[in-house]
């Protein structure tokens, strides 16, 4: 394969100093945006809670490392499962990017309507940045924006699209108790949800008008 053959050939030339060969697993994913949404309303922040399989695993080999002791085994049986709950992570509202015709915008502001209910005009996003997600693993470009929302812009429930496996919660931070949230560990998180908070108080708090 072209692609294989082009990246062995980069590793070989960075690596050629010393003649090491680099062997690695990668996956090629989408790209992906994401939603740091502000209601000005209520003054809080509007983040989503999901299953995450992969967290659920994490979970399920620090309490029983024993499940993972056969490799070889396809489907793994636990006799006694741990609750869904330790799967389900904070995080902002996302999506990846499968549909080329669409802008970054535009499958941001689908990801806000089917997600959280929310009805933004794709021109009121403004993006924060962008940066490369899982890049042990996947490299994927993710990019970052950010949206204010008030009571009124609400036309649907969110959730998600169940018949595509999404199960999500819609969950509002309220803007005094975001800092504190932001860096409990005990509340399983994206890296998004600290950077977009941590952005917030530096760019549009201090702008916000005084109560
Ligand atoms: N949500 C989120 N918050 C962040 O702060 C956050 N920071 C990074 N990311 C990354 O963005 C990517 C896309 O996010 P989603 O998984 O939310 O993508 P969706 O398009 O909404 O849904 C898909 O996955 C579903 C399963 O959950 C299926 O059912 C759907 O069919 C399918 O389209 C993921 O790589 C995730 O790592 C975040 N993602
Ligand atoms: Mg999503």
Redesign the pocket.
């Known amino acids: 394969m072209l692609f294989l053959d082009c990246l062995d050939f980069c590793i070989r030339n960075i690596l050629s100093f010393n003649g090491t060969k680099k062997v690695w697993d990668c996956m090629r994913?989408?790209d992906?945006?994401?939603i740091l949404i502000f209601n000005t309303s209520r003054q809080c922040f509007v983040v989503?809670k999901?299953f995450?399989p992969a967290v659920y695993m994490c979970e399920v080999e620090r309490h029983c490392p024993q499940v993972f002791q056969n490799q070889d085994k396809e489907n793994c049986h636990l006799e006694d499962p741990l609750p869904a709950v330790v799967g389900v992570t904070y995080?902002?509202?996302?999506?990846?990017v499968?549909k080329p015709d669409l802008s970054l915008e535009e499958v941001a502001r689908e990801?806000i309507l089917?997600?959280c209910g929310y009805c933004v005009p794709a021109t009121d996003l403004r993006k924060i940045t962008s940066y490369r997600?899982?890049v042990g693993v996947?490299g994927?470009r993710?990019t970052l924006f950010y949206a204010e929302i008030t009571d009124q812009m609400k036309t649907g429930k969110g959730g998600?699209?169940p018949e595509?496996?999404?199960l999500i919660e819609v969950v509002e931070i309220p803007l005094e108790d975001s800092m504190k949230f932001a860096f409990d560990e005990s509340l399983p998180?994206?890296?998004?949800?600290i950077f977009?908070f941590v952005w917030f108080q530096n760019n549009i708090a201090p702008k916000l008008p005084k109560k």
């Open positions: 994913t989408h992906s945006v994401s989503v999901q995450r995080e902002l509202c996302a999506g990846i499968d990801e089917e997600e997600s899982g996947t994927s993710h998600g699209q595509e496996g999404e998180k994206t890296p998004g949800v977009g």
